[in-house]
């Protein structure tokens, strides 16, 4: 099974940075397209960042220029998030979606039916 479990969200001013982490299993990187989502409160799950097994990677209008989702060697998945704004506060989850299983094409829409694992989630708090 795919393991995800994210950190580094917190508390910050508007302007500041966070960057959070992804740890999950090894297969993650051969296999999975990765997506960040995110979840203000009285909203829906939004899909923010997309990379898929090639390294391509998508970014939702609100945060492009802003954020920066990569993963390294070790297949842990970030966000760095910059110039952070109040709109940003949100839980974001970490997931992954089997891209052997249903192809590449869908990765960079981020399609939340195509997601086969979700992390708990990490808080993320932008003051104004």
């Known amino acids: 099974q795919v393991r995800l479990v994210e950190s580094g969200g917190g508390s910050v001013q508007s302007g500041g940075s966070l960057r959070l982490s992804c740890a999950g299993s090894a297969a993650s990187g051969s296999r999975y397209c990765m997506i960040w989502f995110r979840q203000a409160p009285d909203k829906e799950r939004e899909g923010v960042a997309s990379?898929?097994?090639?390294?391509?990677t998508n970014y939702a209008n609100s945060v492009k220029g802003r954020f920066t989702i990569s993963k390294d060697d070790k297949n842990i998945l970030y966000l760095q998030m910059n110039s952070l704004k109040p709109e940003d506060t949100a839980m974001y989850y970490c997931?992954?979606?089997?891209?052997?299983?249903?192809?590449?094409?869908?990765?960079?829409?981020?399609?939340?039916?195509?997601?086969?694992?979700w992390g708990q989630g990490t808080q993320v708090t932008v003051s104004s």
């Open positions: 990379i898929d097994r090639i390294g391509a």
């Open positions: 997931a992954a979606g089997d891209t052997t299983t249903y192809g590449d094409d869908w990765c960079p829409l981020m399609y939340r039916s195509r997601v086969g694992y």
